[in-house]
T-cell receptor
Framework: AQRVTQPEKLLSVFKGAPVELKCNYS??????LFWYVQYSRQRLQLLLR??SRESIKGFTADLNKGETSFHLKKPFAQEEDSAMYYC?????????????FGAGTRLTVKP | DAGVTQSPTHLIKTRGQQVTLRCSPK?????VSWYQQALGQGPQFIFQ???????QRGNFPDRFSGHQYPNYSSELNVNALLLGDSALYLC???????????FGSGTRLTVV
């Protein structure tokens, strides 16, 4: 069965410090991993996906199949990064968009 | 484009009652997924509809059912409401075969 684990419910860093939000997954097939973000009073929205290997708002995430992880990183956190972050795994076995989410990590960036 | 629209935004029901939540997908999207998000939790997958059929289902009882109409809009029905059904219900639309999900702002259901 597919499962996404975000071990930290809360994470607090100071502005300018590096930040890493952890995500581990279990999945028998070939996974597609995503990070979604929800800013205060806004809808859940896609931040980035592992296939595109892009950097969005300074965030990057590398899929490590050996460690079954997809940690989200940013070298210098900004106050506007404060939000809820959800790691998600897409079930590609049935060729659909069945997306499963972790419990989320609330990131607070202090001034 | 209004994106994904959900109605109502808030709802209060009594235990044992039935509720229907509605979702209009983003223009161009043909697939609708429903999620339940309890306080402090991540979205839990309920089911997904495509071509007016339930294609995939999460670990939810049969009290949770749905429907998709020819215009791709969707409904989530919950029968015999329990206090534990109180949550934010999210609808997400996408195009079949593509990864991009667009989320609605949700319906906050309170069961008393």
């Amino acid at each position: 069965a597919q499962r996404v684990t975000q071990p930290e419910k809360l994470l607090s860093v100071f502005k300018g410090a590096p930040v890493e939000l952890k995500c581990n997954y279990s999945y028998s097939g070939s996974p597609e991993l995503f990070w979604y973000v929800q800013y205060s009073r806004q809808r859940l929205q896609l931040l980035l996906r592992h296939i595109s290997r892009e950097s969005i708002k300074g965030f990057t995430a590398d899929l490590n199949k050996g460690e079954t992880s997809f940690h989200l990183k940013k070298p210098f956190a900004q106050e506007e990064d404060s939000a809820m972050y959800y790691c998600a795994l897409r079930n590609v076995t049935y060729n659909n968009n069945d997306m499963r989410f972790g419990a989320g990590t609330r990131l607070t960036v202090k001034p | 484009d209004a994106g994904v629209t959900q109605s109502p935004t808030h709802l209060i029901k009594t235990r044992g009652q039935q509720v229907t939540l509605r979702c209009s997908p983003k223009s161009g999207h043909d697939t609708v997924s429903w999620y339940q998000q309890a306080l402090g939790q991540g979205p839990q997958f309920i089911f997904q509809y495509y071509e007016e059929e339930e294609r995939q289902r999460g670990n939810f009882p049969d009290r949770f059912s749905g429907h998709q109409y020819p215009n791709y809009s969707s409904e989530l029905n919950v029968n015999a409401l329990l206090l534990g059904d109180s949550a934010l219900y999210l609808c997400a639309s996408s195009r079949q075969g593509l990864y991009g999900y667009t989320f609605g702002s949700g319906t906050r259901l309170t069961v008393v």
